[in-house]
Each structure stands twice: as C-alpha cells, then as structure tokens.
C-alpha cells in the first residue's frame, strides 16, 4: 500500500456519538448538534489522529498508514471522529487536543454489572465488570488480584483462564487469593485500552473484563495572580520573547506524550514574604481518577527554605488537582546563606510520585537585602514659589522597597535637600533642547567645581543622587526621526546622577513608576527593546544584556520597558544588577 491522503472515505452525515444513549442505540434528538465522522478502520492510538487548525483539517492514518483526511465542525467547539470499533475521539478544533471517549464495547449497564461474578482489585481500590483500571507506562508490575463479588458465589476462579486482549496471561495463586500481574509498559500495554478478560475453563464464554488504560502525566504549569501588582518577582519572558527563550536564561525540563521543553518561571520572595502563584492542569485526563498509583508532588529541592500550602512538600491526587488552582509559598528562609551577596536558585520540582517523571517546575530566589541610599535633589528656580512635589520621600521609597526593587532584593533609604536654582525657569529651559542638557546643566548649578564629565564626590554605585524636577518641555524630533514627545526622566547607567521630569504618561504611569525605571538603569540595567542611534544605528547593550524585543511596550510587565504599566523584571536583570552595599 502506498501512503497517501484520501480526502473521501469518512461520512460527514454521521451523528456524533455524544452520549451512552447514543452508543447503546437510544434516540437522542441532539445527535446532530455536533456532526462527527465514521472511518472504517479501527484508531488504535491518539496520536493517529493529527488535527491541522490552520487548515481545518483532521488527518488520520490507519493500521496499514492509508491517511485519511476529514473536515473539522465548524458548528461546534469540537469534532468526534468513530472508528469501525465503535471508539470515539473528540477533537478540540481550536487547541488540537484529540481525546479518547467511551467506546460501543465500554458501555455497560448497571444491571450488566450486577450480573458478572468476578471483581477486580488494585492497590485497595475495587473495579467491577467493565470497568478501567488508568496507569501510566513507569515499567512497573500491576499486581490485580481477581476475586468473587460475594462468596455465595460459586464459580472457580482457579478454572478460568486469563487474556491481555488476544494473547494468553498466567493466573497466580497466592495465600488463598488469585492475582495476575500485567507490566506497565508499552511493549505490554501496546494500545491506549487493553482489555484483560475472564474467561470460562474452556475459554469461550467472557465473565469478566477490565479496561486497562494508558496516560500520559498532566503536565503542570504556573503563572502570576489575577490582582499581582509587583509585590515579588515574577518572570516568565519566555512565554512572550523568543530571544531569551533558551536553556541559557531559563532552567527547563521535557515533558508530556510530546516530549516538548517546559521552561521554568522564576519567583523571587523576600523573607517571610508569601506568594500565592496559580496552577495551570488543563491537559489533565480525568481518567487519572481511575488510577490508585497516581499521585503529584511538589517538591523543594533543598528543604527548610520554603513551605508550599503550609507544608514542607505537597502531594495530592487526581481529585485534589480538580481543585488545586493555586499554591501558596511562604519563604521561610533565604536561599544564598551564608553568601548574602550572591544570588543562588532553589528549585521546586512538580513530579509523578510513581515514576518520578518531572512534569512542572520553578526557580526560586530569596536572598538578604543589599543596602543603598538615594539623595533626592529637589529643585526650584527662583521665580518659583514652591518646590516640585511629585511624591513624597515615604511614597518613593515604599514603591522601591514594596513593589519593584524589592524584587531585585535591594532596600533603599532616601534622603532629600532643596536646592534653587539661581535663574529664571525660562532661561533655564529655553537654553536646552534634550533631558541630557537638562541633567548637566543641574548639575553645573549644583556643583559648580565639578568637571562635565567627572563623577561628583561621595556619590558612587551604593549612594545615588538625583535631581527632582517639574520640568515640562517638548523636543522637536524623536531621536528616530519621529515627531517630538516630551522629554523625560533619564539616569546614567551603571553610574551615579539622573533628574526627574514633569512627565506625562500616555497609559497612566505613576511619577514612582517612573523612577523605579530610572534607577533600574542605576543598577546597570539597560531598556529591554531595540534603540536607535540618531543616524539608525542601533546601540549595543553591555554584556550580557540583550535586545530582548524590538518595539515599545513589548514585554508587558518589564520595569525597563517603555509604554507598559511596569511590574516585574527578567530574571537575566536580576542576576546582573550591581549588588554593592552600605
């Protein structure tokens, strides 16, 4: 048979099989809600089935690799397609995630149950006729023991005889009781459902079947709260910016059926400071429910450090994570003793407790505090009548030390002078055309004996000193050429001196808001995005730093940013600000 694709052996009349009134012949008048299509070969794997959602289009190979080709509903959110064997998959026609339903051999009626003899057990929990018995494939023995319903029951278990679909397993006796034991793995368990039947002494007639079927771990991801306003750090850059998304920026793990990379978010806490992070399982399988080994544990790679939901570790079952969405981290201590100056990572590893297999992680910070000290410069001229109050010292520094730098694990204190200016304010402002000009010639006012160029004494990289302006002047052009906007803040990098401008906010920036970003560039952090020199070149950023996106307003979240209501950092700018102390 040569491969190809068959674009007309599907019906595209057939009703959905939505339901077990369906599957067992009833009349439901909703049968054509959600149209479905019948293939006639039997779909022996999930992964047969690949959904196209920029085509509209579901391709299906069957056993012998004919594909066939079939349209997604576009009257509903899903489409059903039915094998020969009366198996059912539902496909999400917007994400492509196929998953198996109830199959015409699954369906089976109370009183069917009620009639069958034999029971099965698994690690305490009990499975009537029909039945599944949900398992990961760990490699690991499935010891079912097969018992009577009741012991007024008179049928011998020891004369039955015992199939994993077609093919013949051993019945083991053991202390008065009877077991079979099926490895979990894919040479065993070669399909998604594998029937293991009790059959009569002659091997005819079925008494009992269990459905053993096969999953693959939910894969658990992370993000920041609904109402997070910058009380600690929260990264996840990659999720928007292909440029750092790499194992060199992030840690990460492969997870899932599709071994795909999982990057790991990173969570910065102050001590004693609790976070609560929400919890992401939408491609969990409900059919873990049916699986007594199934169990995920949250795990601090090195303990005493943190507790996650009040407990050193969490663990919790299929029926916990239909409820779990949030966990809340405490930091008990900090991670980096007794090295308060470094930045060291713990991690906490999501796992399958049976197999260990990692599906969710997080990189975690909480380091001591550094110490510096900004010296705020109020100025007036002296046609002026009152000096400019954008905020107050106290609103300065608690946004600092609360809801931005505090993510970097630096604490400011701030102190502040008056300081006027021996000149008219339009004599001043008429004399400058940028925010450089601006800070310079401040500066000349200020300390008069100090050179253009040459750093002002007793300021350095641990105490800053800042010039608080209500300056308010518009620049003739961008320097990309565009038309002028008004000019704003602006701080060296990685050096001391800035000055704060009347400035406006397009998308309601607060004036803290505004120099959190100005002393983000005293700690030595650059703009995230691409800039231009006047000519159209584009500025370097000092290593390691990246252009990380090109446009304004990109990252969303970014202190560095412009254009966005800032809330957080990367994780490369907190690993590399200067971290000099008082």
């Known amino acids: 048979m040569i491969k190809g694709v068959v674009e007309t052996t599907y019906n595209p009349e057939a009703p959905n099989i939505s339901d077990v009134e369906d599957l067992s012949g009833g009349n439901n008048q909703n049968s054509n809600e959600n149209s479905g299509s019948i293939v006639t070969f039997p779909i022996t794997s999930t992964e047969n089935i690949q959904v196209n959602t920029s085509q509209s289009i579901i391709n299906i190979t069957s ?34 995630e196929v998953k198996s339903t109830k199959s015409i051999s699954e ?51 020891e004369k039955t005889k015992l199939k994993l679909d077609d093919k013949d397993v051993n019945l083991i006796k053991e202390n008065g009781k009877y077991f079979v034991t099926i490895k979990a793995d894919a040479a065993t368990l070669k399909k998604e459902k594998t029937k293991l039947i009790v059959l009569d002494s002659i091997g005819k007639t079925e008494i009992a079947i269990l459905n053993i079927v096969t999953y693959t771990a939910p894969v658990v991801k992370f993000n920041r709260p609904d109402n997070y306003t910058g009380e600690f750090l929260y990264d996840d850059g990659f ?36 976070a609560t992070i929400k919890v992401d399982f939408n491609d969990f399988d409900d059919i873990a429910k049916k699986d007594p080994d199934f169990k995920l544990v949250f795990r601090p790679t090195v303990q005493n450090k943190i507790e ?22 405490n930091a008990l201590e900090y991670v980096n003793i007794p090295k308060p100056k470094t930045l060291d990572p713990i991690l906490i590893e999501v796992f399958v407790k049976e197999t260990k297999e990692k599906v969710g992680l ?38 600092l030390n609360n809801l931005s730098h505090n993510q970097l694990f630096i604490e400011y204190t701030i102190d502040s002078e008056n300081f006027e200016v021996n000149e008219n304010r339009a004599t001043f402002v008429n004399s400058i055309y940028s925010t450089e000009d601006i800070f310079y010639g401040l500066k000349l006012k200020k300390f008069p004996t100090i050179e253009r160029s040459i750093d002002v004494p007793n300021y350095n990289n641990k105490k800053d000193y800042y010039f608080v302006t209500d300056i308010e002047k518009a620049k003739t052009t961008n320097d990309d050429g565009s038309p002028g906007s008004y000019l704003g803040g602006a701080h060296w990098i990685g050096s001391n001196g800035g000055v704060h401008l009347k400035a406006k906010s397009s998308i309601g920036e607060t004036q803290v808001e505004l120099d959190a970003h100005e002393f983000g560039h005293w700690i030595g952090l650059p703009h995230t995005f691409e800039e231009k020199y006047p000519n159209g070149s584009v500025k370097q950023k000092p290593n390691p730093f990246i252009t990380i996106h090109s446009n304004q307003g990109e990252s969303k979240y970014n202190f560095m940013d412009y254009q966005v209501n800032r809330k957080t950092w990367f994780k490369m700018q907190l690993l590399n600000t200067n971290r000099e102390s008082n």
């Open 308 to 329: 996650i939901n009040r407990q050193s570790e969490l663990e919790v079952n299929a029926n916990d994570i239909k409820t779990l969405n949030q966990i809340i981290i």
């Open 239 to 274: 999720e928007r910016h292909a440029t750092i998304k790499s194992n060199t920026y992030y840690q990460s793990i492969v997870v899932g059926k599709k071994k795909e990379t999982y990057y790991a978010p990173v969570i910065g806490l102050n001590k004693d400071q609790i």
């Open 362 to 399: 997080i990189e975690y910070y909480c380091a001591e505090t550094i110490k510096k000290n900004i010296h705020l410069i109020y100025v007036k001229f002296n046609d002026d009548t009152t000096y400019p109050s954008p905020y107050t010292n106290y609103e300065l520094q608690n946004f």
């Open 107 to 157: 369906v089976v009626t109370t009183e069917e149950q009620a009639k069958a003899e034999l029971k099965f057990a698994y690690k305490g929990v009990e499975f009537l006729h029909k039945d599944k018995l949900a398992t990961m494939l760990h490699g690991k023995d499935l010891k079912i023991e097969i018992k009577k319903k009741n012991e007024s029951i008179s049928l011998s278990i």
């Open 63 to 96: 056993p012998n690799g004919q594909i066939i080709t079939i349209p997604i509903n576009s009257n509903s959110q899903t489409t059903t397609v039915t094998d020969s064997q009366g198996n059912s998959y539902e496909v999400n026609n917007s994400t492509g």
